[in-house]
């Protein structure tokens, strides 16, 4: 029968229901991006998936194990046989969060390395990238296995047979992969600095880019964080409260990793995003512009000192907004017009590669009225570009170029 929640277990379910559903939206929205934006999935992006798919069952197991004594202190959970289950739920958690940090370490090692020319920049990247790999690998295994049988983690509250090693060999264990993990993290931020250095960019554009590639480094900071409360794994008899906060954090040290490492992708999404809508919000301008000047000027023949509106045609001249007709000639003369008003409005859609530009041209012509032969004729014009669009996307910047290219290497001076 599961436990409720009690103790510091909300704490543990909040955040990792919370970073469930926030990787969950961040891997999703870097597969759309890559596979319909950039129209390219590489290793990196799969690596990525890879990491999600382990952290999830990671956090559904940290989220169970609350109902089963996880934040509580072990005299306080009863019946005493819930113990072995929030155990269990805690010794499932570790090997996914290793698997989902590993699977992460290396997706953002390959980004970095598909996006360097540097031989000292590879070797760098692919040296840290195995010592973490390696390290990780340790560690799983010393997990797992630290007890025989494996069950023996959580079975010793009943009374069954086996053994495990020293737990200060697990705690300093987890000390070092810590701080591997830190590490790494850093090296990864401060490396695209140096990435981008060589690159044909503005200065704000390569820090812009630098910064984006070095999210992943916000996971270090929860890590840190997790480091003095590391100790507590050694503490056996109340396990389950005193590893409350190494469980707080190491979920948000993955959550965060694959959160960062995710929008470190999403520029030419959000680019496109926030084009489209300055796209509508001009488009919207204009018509509303132009509908207010068709309300404020009202018909020529509608009496009075009426002032001549302004109508406008796609292929033929047009007075008021009516084609002209012998009628319409009839009823200006004998209204006293002596000027034709007139305008015409093209629209020019042209597309150039991925983008599609959109011109509109207004032309204004005044003419005097050619059946007065008083007046000599005299034509004056206006030219006015109202806009020009881009269709889907803004046209891109050096950085958003240095976004799209997945397998080309970045130009260097």
């Given at each position: 029968m599961a436990l409720g929640v009690a103790g510091r277990g909300p704490e543990v379910l909040g955040t990792y229901a919370f970073f469930a559903a926030l990787t969950t939206v961040a891997i999703t929205l870097r597969l759309y991006t890559r596979s319909c934006i950039v129209k390219k999935l590489g290793l990196d992006d799969w690596l990525a998936l890879a990491s999600w798919i382990f952290f999830i069952p990671c956090c559904a197991f940290a989220i169970a194990g609350t109902h089963h004594g996880t934040g509580q202190h072990s005299w306080e959970i009863l019946p005493i046989s819930e113990i072995p289950k929030g155990l269990m739920f805690w010794w499932l958690c570790e090997p996914v969060y290793v698997l989902a940090n590993m699977s992460i370490?290396?997706?953002?090692?390959?980004?970095?390395?598909?996006?360097?020319?540097?031989?000292?920049?590879?070797?760098?990247?692919?040296?840290?990238?195995l010592v973490t790999e390696l390290y990780s690998i340790y560690f799983f295994f010393l997990f797992v296995f630290q007890c025989r049988p494996s069950a023996y983690f959580w079975t010793r509250w009943t009374g069954s047979s086996g053994s495990c090693i020293d737990t200060n060999i697990v705690v300093r264990s987890t000390y070092g992969y810590s701080a591997v993990q830190c590490l790494t993290d850093w090296i990864f931020a401060v490396l695209p600095f140096f990435l981008v250095w060589k690159l044909q960019m503005t200065k704000r554009s390569?820090?812009?880019?630098?910064?984006?590639?070095?999210?992943?480094?916000?996971?270090?900071?929860?890590?840190?964080?997790?480091?003095?409360?590391?100790?507590?794994?050694?503490?056996?008899?109340?396990f389950l409260y005193a590893t409350t906060d190494v469980a707080i954090w190491s979920g948000v040290e993955t959550g965060v990793?694959?959160?960062?490492?995710?929008?470190?992708?999403?520029?030419?999404?959000?680019?496109?995003?926030?084009?489209?809508?300055?796209?509508?919000?001009?488009?919207?301008?204009?018509?509303?512009?132009?509908?207010?000047?068709q309300i404020s000027k009202p018909f020529p023949w509608a009496g009075g000192n009426a002032h001549?509106?302004?109508?406008?045609?796609?292929?033929?001249?047009?007075?008021?907004?009516?084609?002209?007709?012998?009628?319409?000639?009839?009823?200006?003369?004998a209204l006293g017009m002596r000027g034709i008003q007139k305008t015409t409005r093209v629209s020019v859609e042209a597309q150039y590669g991925p983008w599609a530009v959109d011109l509109e041209q207004q032309v204004d012509?005044?003419?005097?009225?050619?059946?007065?032969?008083?007046?000599?004729?005299?034509?004056?014009?206006?030219?006015?570009?109202?806009?020009?669009?881009?269709?889907?996307?803004?046209?891109?910047?050096?950085?958003?170029?240095?976004?799209?290219?997945?397998?080309?290497?970045?130009?260097?001076?």
């Open positions: 370490k290396a997706s953002i090692a390959v980004m970095l390395l598909r996006l360097t020319v540097d031989r000292m920049h590879h070797i760098i990247i692919w040296a840290t990238l390569k820090v812009s880019v630098a910064l984006i590639l070095s999210m992943g480094a916000i996971a270090s900071t929860a890590t840190i964080i997790r480091i003095p409360y590391l100790h507590t794994m050694g503490d056996v008899t109340d990793g694959i959160t960062a490492a995710c929008l470190a992708t999403l520029r030419p999404l959000f680019r496109g995003w926030l084009a489209n809508t300055r796209r509508t919000t001009n488009a919207l301008t204009r018509h509303t512009s132009h509908r207010n000047r001549q509106s302004r109508g406008y045609i796609r292929s033929h001249s047009a007075v008021g907004g009516r084609p002209f007709s012998p009628e319409h000639e009839t009823r200006m003369d012509e005044d003419s005097r009225d050619r059946h007065s032969p008083k007046t000599s004729s005299s034509v004056g014009s206006k030219t006015r570009i109202h806009k020009c669009h881009l269709a889907g996307m803004m046209r891109p910047s050096r950085e958003d170029a240095f976004f799209h290219s997945h397998d080309d290497k970045p130009n260097s001076r």
